[in-house]
């Protein structure tokens, strides 16, 4: 079947298998690999990706319900050389070892700050419960919410 969708601010039409998971699509069909395949039940969130503004599993979506909407992925985030504010402060926080959860956190965590721009720990920890980490222990993650709040705070007019 044929899905066009806009994909990162391009429309992209692909022919995919009518069972095709909006993830296998995006990394297979598309070329964007930076959503992770860790689980493919929707228990881990590192195939996070925004469909039509909304955080999704991309492994739970079909690419046909994509049809004709805009998705979002972790590829978006950086703009030219330039990482966002909350790619930065994973890397300077220490928030990445093996990296597989990393694009999923890191779309959910830019996901949060748009909508709650300094969130306490509970709020974060809440919003996170659904992206697993088998490396950090979660606690050099919060370290690096918090540094992206701040300095997201910081640049906001
Ligand atoms: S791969 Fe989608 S939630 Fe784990
Ligand atoms: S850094 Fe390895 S799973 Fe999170």
């Given amino acids: 079947m044929i899905v066009r969708a806009n994909i990162n601010g391009h429309w992209r039409t692909t022919e995919v298998w009518p069972g095709a ?13 930076g959503s992770k395949n860790a689980c493919e039940q929707g228990e881990c969130g590192s195939c996070s990706v925004w469909l039509d ?7 739970l ?21 330039g990482l ?35 969130p306490p720990d509970p709020v974060v920890r809440e ?3 659904g ?9 050099k993650i919060l370290d690096a919410v918090r540094l992206a709040a701040e300095r997201m705070g910081k ?3």
Wanted: net charge negative.
């Fill in 21 to 33: 998971s909006l993830l296998f699509m995006l990394r297979e069909h598309v070329g964007l690999p």
């Fill in 53 to 59: 503004g909304e955080l999704v599993c991309a492994c």
């Fill in 61 to 81: 979506v079909l690419a046909a319900q994509a049809h004709d909407r805009e998705v979002r992925t972790v590829e978006a985030l950086a703009v030219g050389d």
């Fill in 84 to 118: 966002h504010p909350v790619q930065d402060a994973f890397i300077e926080a220490g928030a990445v070892q093996c990296g597989f959860c990393t694009p999923g956190l890191i779309v959910a965590v830019a996901d949060l700050l748009a909508r709650e721009p300094a």
């Fill in 127 to 129: 919003a996170l419960s």
């Fill in 131 to 139: 992206n697993l980490c088998r490396c950090t222990g979660y606690a």
């Fill in 155 to 157: 640049a906001a007019p």
